[in-house]
């Protein structure tokens, strides 16, 4: 009978063993269909203690940005899962735009009683909803935190190719008889290139981790439908085009490596927003929720203690 190797190091766990107290699940009935969300209490509240909500991306869930609310143990955050996503159901009536996610954040904060002391926090598409929210109503929310953001238009410059690639992806998939379009937009291969081809990371176990949250939540979506509608309005917004609106502090988290929202366009959204200010995190791209939550969360907290409530 084989001996187990006791001096064989565990697998490393990605998350601190205080944050499932921290975690409540919820629901609520907005607009004719069920939304899921969860809240994160604050181990310890203090004085600079903030209400976080937060804004997850296109084909994500609030799991992606649990690494963030795991390091920010002073703060309450509220996480749902945009209609068409996760465990929420996909809008009732309407197409899922940009436009309409803006309602819904609405209509969340509204429900939840949440006041204009709340801080607003998005990422990658969720930084679109988030910038034009604020935009829309700029006195709901303060400040603005955008990780990731897509800075330009995702259909001009050297990316615009592949992006048009993508939209005739998620079109044939809408397209063809509902069992095959499913299984392409749920295969395992190309969920596994999409997070190859974003993680940064050399970290053989931090990489085993990525891919494995991306093949458990990135195909929990609503319906084809839906994801094709979401997807056209991730690639048809970004945050440049309503930066002269957003006159309230605004923090700006890129990665160094990002291909998707890369960092020269970082610097022009910096320059066109009244109030910014731009962190870079080395070595990372698209995923720092995921690889780098450590320095984003330190981004973060140093930011709102400059801009208190």
Not at 140 to 151: D, R
């Amino acid at each position: 009978m084989p001996i187990a190797d006791t001096n064989q190091s565990p697998e490393p766990s990605f998350f601190s063993a205080q944050l499932p107290a921290r975690t409540k699940a919820s629901d609520i009935d907005l607009d004719g269909g069920n939304v899921a969300y969860w809240s994160y209490e604050p181990v310890h509240v203090t004085a600079e203690t903030r209400t976080i909500l937060v804004v997850h991306g296109f084909r994500g869930d609030h799991h992606g940005l649990l690494r963030i609310a795991d390091q920010l143990p002073g703060m309450w955050i509220i996480m749902p899962d945009l209609p068409g996503f996760g465990s929420s159901e996909a809008f009732s009536s309407g197409v899922h735009s940009v436009e309409h996610y803006v309602e819904f954040i609405s209509d969340f904060m509204l429900a939840l009683r949440l006041g204009p002391d709340t801080v607003l926090l998005g990422h990658s598409f969720g930084s679109i909803v988030a910038s034009h929210f604020v935009a829309a109503h700029p006195l709901a929310v303060s400040p603005l935190i955008l990780i990731n953001p897509i800075a330009a238009p995702a259909l001009e410059g050297p990316k615009g190719i592949m992006t048009r690639l993508a939209v005739l992806y998620y079109q044939l998939s809408a397209r063809l008889p509902r069992r095959i379009g499913l299984a392409l937009l749920r295969s395992p291969l190309i969920v596994r290139i999409m997070s190859v081809t974003m993680a940064k990371t050399k970290d053989e176990q931090l990489l085993r981790f990525i891919h494995g949250q991306h093949h458990a939540y990135f195909s929990a979506f609503a319906n084809r439908e839906s994801l094709l509608e979401s997807f056209r309005a991730s690639v048809s917004g970004n945050v440049a085009e309503v930066a002269a609106q957003l006159t309230l502090p605004v923090l700006l988290v890129a990665g160094e490596k990002d291909e998707i929202a890369t960092l020269p366009d970082q610097h022009r959204l910096a320059a066109l927003l009244p109030d910014a200010t731009l962190e870079v995190i080395p070595g990372v791209g698209h995923l720092i929720h995921y690889e780098t939550p450590g320095p984003a969360a330190g981004f973060i907290r140093r930011f709102l203690k400059d801009h208190p409530a």
